[in-house]
């Protein structure tokens, strides 16, 4: 007992504070917002000359797979261990809201990540045969999705932007230096056309039977699959970004990050024991893109299946609130922190609000017309004036027509006669 031990005591001392001072800064989850895609599918369709058509599927085309079905379950037991001490230990129905794209493989997706996520446990046990119990999952019919289901369809001004991105000089670019290979491509698969943006769907195809290990035509080599992936990419980025990206994301990802962060903001505002505490979208590749795309942290890459979007709502030690955002698109990594561009990973929520202003639309429905259209009420507004100008103008004519029968004796009397005179 002496001075080496009050140096041992000092260090464990020093020790301490170095690892307890990162924590001293200590945040309180208060709101969880997901987006994920459904898992492994069979792919939507199939090319002409392939050996595997429709019928080579168990459920045929689109549809969840187990092993999608494993990968969502998967998730959502990760998501159960990343939230335990914030969502309660047993399933509450007022703290989660799941809603889903009316397909089948995204509402299968969600049940299977939900069985994840909320085993049964003691009187929450139904069966003691199963450890499942069910949980509800929200969705609109397909035709009406104006949250999930992209690229949103009826937008003009979107597929105008579109055919301009097909004219910018990356497009042109890879359009022709793949020229060749396309045309290879269209031939071998006995499409008509092959261009940038159709040929996701024969690498879908053939990436879906690969990996479900059916044998690959002859002429798909290690090189050929390579280079449909990075067209595929390119896909991705052609929809929402290379040209105009933050137009692009106000008529189309921006309407669902205005969406997260409207709930996010009244999750800030709500007092804390308020009972929603998460929302979960259960969606598509592209989804997860549009969003990215609005929020400018997309890296590129297609989605992968159960990839994951995360959206963190914390409140700070000083009283105020930061989103953080988490991609979870490896099952064996890591959830990857994504920083919102020109703010930090704990974003204070009205800078992060400010940020994305710009992607935010006032009225997607607006701003999705031609700006030299009119709008169908400008166009029944004035169909209506000139309907009615053209009444009164027919009145008058008919009054004077009217007035000229009743009086006969009037100036033509008159003119007659000085026309015999004249
Ligand atoms: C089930 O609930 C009990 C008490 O409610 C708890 O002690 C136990 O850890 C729970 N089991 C699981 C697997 O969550
Ligand atoms: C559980 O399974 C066993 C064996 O199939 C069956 O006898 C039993 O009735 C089942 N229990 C329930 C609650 O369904
Ligand atoms: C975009 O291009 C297609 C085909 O060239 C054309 O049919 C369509 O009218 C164009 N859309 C707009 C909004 O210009
Ligand atoms: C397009 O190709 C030309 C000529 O090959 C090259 O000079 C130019 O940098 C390319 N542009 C882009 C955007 O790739
Ligand atoms: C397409 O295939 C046919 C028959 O195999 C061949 O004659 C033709 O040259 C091919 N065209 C291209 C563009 O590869
Ligand atoms: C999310 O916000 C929207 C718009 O404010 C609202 O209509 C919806 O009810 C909210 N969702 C939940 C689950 O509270
Ligand atoms: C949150 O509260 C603030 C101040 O009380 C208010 O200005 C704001 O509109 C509220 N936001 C929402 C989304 O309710
Ligand atoms: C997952 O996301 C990270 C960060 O953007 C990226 O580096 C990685 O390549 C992605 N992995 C896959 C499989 O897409
Ligand atoms: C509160 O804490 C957060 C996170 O540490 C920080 O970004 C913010 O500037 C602080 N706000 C005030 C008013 O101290």
Not at 34 to 50: A, E
Not at 111 to 123: I, K, Q, R, V, Y
Not at 319 to 333: C, K, L, P, Q
Not at 339 to 360: E, G, W
Request: proline share 5%; aromatic share 10%.
């Amino acid at each position: 007992m002496g001075a080496g031990f009050v140096r041992k005591l000092m260090f464990a001392l020093f020790l301490c504070s170095a690892f307890v001072a990162p924590c001293a800064e200590s945040r309180q989850l208060r709101f969880v917002s997901l987006l994920y895609r459904h898992g492994d599918r069979s792919p939507i369709k199939s090319f002409p000359t392939d050996p595997h058509q429709e019928s080579a599927w168990p459920q045929g085309f689109g549809q969840l797979t187990q092993e999608g079905m494993r990968q969502h379950f998967e998730l959502g037991q990760t998501l159960r261990k990343r939230y335990q001490g914030f969502l309660s230990e047993q399933y509450q129905r007022q703290e989660i809201f799941v809603r889903s794209t009316d397909y089948d493989r995204t509402l299968m997706s969600a049940e299977a990540n939900l069985a994840g996520l909320f085993p049964p446990n003691g009187s929450q046990v139904f069966n003691s045969n199963i450890s499942w119990q069910p949980i509800p999952v929200h969705t609109v019919q397909e035709s009406e999705d104006r949250l999930l289901s992209f690229p949103l369809p009826n937008c003009p001004r979107y597929d105008l932007l579109i055919n301009e991105t097909e004219k910018t000089e990356e497009y042109v670019n890879l359009t022709t230096n793949n020229k060749k290979f396309l045309e290879m491509v269209a031939n071998k698969t006995g499409l008509n056309d092959v261009s940038l943006e159709s040929v996701w769907s024969v690498h879908d195809t053939l990436f879906c039977e690969q990996v479900h290990g059916m044998k690959m035509p002859d002429w798909v080599t290690t090189e050929v699959m390579q280079k449909l992936k990075i067209l595929k990419d390119f896909s991705f980025s052609f929809m929402f970004g290379i040209y105009k990206r933050e137009e692009k994301a106000r008529l189309q990802g921006g309407v669902l990050l205005g969406h997260i962060l409207k709930n996010i903001s009244e999750a800030a505002n709500a007092s804390a024991s308020d009972a929603l505490k998460m929302i979960m979208y259960s969606a598509h590749d592209t989804t997860v893109v549009a969003l990215q795309m609005a929020l400018d942290v997309y890296n590129g890459k297609q989605a992968p299946y159960a990839s994951c979007h995360i959206f963190e709502l914390y409140k700070e030690d000083n009283g105020t609130f930061t989103v953080a955002m988490y991609y979870r698109n490896e099952s064996d990594h890591e959830p990857y922190p994504l920083k919102l561009p020109n703010c930090v990973q704990f974003c204070p929520l009205q800078d992060f609000i400010h940020l994305t202003k710009s992607v935010i639309p006032m009225d997607q429905e607006k701003e999705c017309q031609l700006s030299s259209s009119l709008q169908d009420t400008e166009v029944i507004v004035g169909l209506t004036v000139c309907g009615c100008l053209l009444f009164l103008l027919i009145l008058l004519l008919l009054t004077v027509l009217c007035r000229q029968k009743s009086n006969p004796n009037g100036y033509r009397h008159v003119l007659s006669d000085s026309e015999d005179h004249s």
